[in-house]
């Protein structure tokens, strides 16, 4: 038995979905399920407009695009985050900024953003990490303070919610990502979500080479293709329908971990703040006194039984290609001491229960 970290649920519901995408031939960027998955994925956020996108990282790029972020410019983001975060920025021109996390919700800190403010800040990028959605309130009042654009990386968090109200519906655009790891999935897959009208038609304009809505083959800039296909949005229909069964899942696999790993001496799970909803997209194990070394041994021992593992991401100021000396400690230390296990809708108690039992056996032995 080999229990992976993650897996889509693929039902018939997709497959007829997709079936009827294909053979109706819109298997290209236009198309019905294109239309229906924007609107629903805007209501699903309680959100004004959303604007499907090739994957999350170019959800990230087009929304700087349109913005007008680039060149000269500063966006500040969590250090503790998926790489994309900060390679969509270096490709619009901009220059990351990394701020530093808090230990329990793993999500920028807001009192760690004002010192990094320069005259060229021109947004803030929370990222929802592993589910857990950013304290947006404090953040949004730093940006307002400011005047600086608020971008939610959403990617880990469909569904995830501030004191009731859904991510993606809290900064001025938000955006998602639908890998095949993420809770709502398309295979490749992104989206752009807003209540801003002006920004969501240019999102929409750059999505589609700048080409004038006055003029065909005039462009007025130079634009992207990053637009989704009709048989991706066609499984994303198919997901959004059972996305309230996905969320509850996930809740109740946290629960089972919870109840079946008990109480370990200086090991802890998922922390998530009163005022949040986590989305829990990965299980979060944490060991207070793990270096990176007894946390790698960690993960291939538990490989050995049989169980997927995978370390929490390392701080993007210490890519190769970054190389940056930042002050942020809690990053630093929390990337060490953390791994995520198998999290996904199919997953069955049994199987959590034999994730803890060997994660027992590991802890005492
Ligand atoms: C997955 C992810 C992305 C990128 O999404 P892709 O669809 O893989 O391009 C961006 N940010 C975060 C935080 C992610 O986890």
């Given at each position: 038995m080999f229990i992976p970290i993650s897996q889509p649920s693929i039902t018939q519901k997709e497959i007829d979905y997709v079936t009827d995408a294909v053979?109706?031939?819109?298997?290209?960027?236009?198309?019905?399920?294109?239309?229906?998955f924007e609107a629903e994925f805007a209501d699903f956020c309680q959100s004004r407009y959303a604007i499907?996108?090739?994957?999350?990282?170019?959800?990230?790029?087009?929304a700087l695009a349109a913005y007008d972020i680039g060149k000269g410019d500063?966006?500040?983001?969590?250090?503790?985050?998926?790489?994309?975060?900060?390679?969509?920025?270096?490709?619009?021109?901009?220059?990351?900024?990394?701020?530093?996390?808090d230990p329990v919700n793993l999500c920028i800190d807001p009192t760690k953003i004002e010192h990094l403010i320069t005259p060229n800040t021109k947004a803030i990028m929370p990222v929802h990490l592993y589910g857990h959605p950013a304290q947006m309130e404090a953040i949004l009042e730093v940006a307002g303070k400011h005047n600086l654009l608020v971008i939610e990386d959403a990617a880990e968090?469909?569904?995830?919610?501030?004191?009731?109200?859904?991510?993606?519906?809290?900064?001025?655009?938000?955006?998602?990502?639908?890998?095949?790891?993420?809770?709502?999935t398309?295979?490749?897959?992104?989206?752009?979500?807003?209540?801003?009208?002006?920004?969501?038609?240019?999102?929409?304009?750059?999505?589609?080479?700048?080409?004038?809505?006055?003029?065909?083959?005039?462009?007025?800039?130079?634009g992207f293709n990053f637009r989704m296909t009709n048989i991706q949005a066609a499984?994303?229909?198919?997901?959004?329908?059972?996305?309230?069964?996905?969320?509850?899942?996930?809740q109740l696999i946290f629960s089972w971990y919870k109840k079946h790993l008990g109480e370990i001496n200086k090991v802890s799970l998922n922390k998530t703040n009163d005022w949040a909803t986590n989305a829990y997209w990965l299980i979060c194990?944490?060991?207070?006194?793990?270096?990176?070394?007894?946390?790698?041994?960690?993960?291939?021992?538990?490989?050995?039984?049989?169980v997927d593992s995978r370390p929490y991401f390392y701080p993007m100021s210490q890519m190769p290609y970054i190389n940056e000396k930042v002050d942020t400690p809690v990053s630093d230390m929390v990337s060490q001491r953390g791994i995520n296990l198998p999290t996904f809708f199919d997953l069955e108690e049994s199987q959590v229960k034999f994730i803890c039992d060997v994660l027992k056996q590991l802890f005492n032995a």
């Open positions: 053979t109706s031939t819109w298997i290209s960027s236009l198309g019905k399920y294109i239309d229906r499907c996108v090739s994957n999350g990282t170019v959800a990230i790029q087009l500063e966006v500040i983001m969590p250090n503790l985050s998926f790489v994309a975060t900060a390679n969509a920025t270096l490709h619009s021109g901009a220059k990351p900024v990394f701020a530093d996390v968090a469909h569904g995830a919610t501030v004191n009731g109200r859904p991510v993606g519906s809290l900064g001025n655009c938000a955006t998602f990502s639908f890998y095949g790891n993420k809770n709502i398309t295979g490749e897959g992104g989206m752009i979500t807003t209540n801003d009208e002006d920004f969501y038609n240019k999102c929409k304009y750059l999505r589609d080479h700048a080409m004038s809505k006055e003029k065909r083959y005039w462009h007025t800039a130079p499984i994303g229909c198919a997901q959004l329908e059972r996305v309230g069964d996905f969320m509850a899942k996930r194990l944490e060991h207070k006194d793990w270096t990176a070394t007894d946390r790698d041994q960690f993960m291939t021992d538990l490989k050995k039984h049989g």
